[in-house]
């Protein structure tokens, strides 16, 4: 039975909801091909200062020995986020499906 709800409740206090077993991640899916906007990684620039990879809400910019890779565009969605973070301006965002 669910519990009433007030305000002094903590989330581990609220009756807990349904879930759909047969859910996936993104992880199994191409999520990257609504994207408006692709970002180019520009490497000959970039300082490996890898302040782009956190900011990341889709983790598309992996991460290998302590350098950034080129983007998993399967997943990025262009919100460009992690060119506006780019201090060297080491990612330039471009029109989808335009040439680089």
Known sequence: MAKEMNETMTWKELT???????????????TGDWRVNKPIFK????IQCLLC???????????????RLEF????????AICAEVCPVDAIEMIPEGQDE
């Open 72 to 79: 998993d565009y399967d997943h990025c969605k262009g919100c």
């Open 43 to 46: 490497e000959d620039k970039c």
């Open 53 to 67: 990879a956190p900011v990341c809400p889709d983790t598309s910019i992996p991460v290998k020995d302590g350098k």
């Open 16 to 30: 807990a909801g349904g879930t759909i077993h047969t859910s996936g991640n993104a992880e199994n899916f191409n």
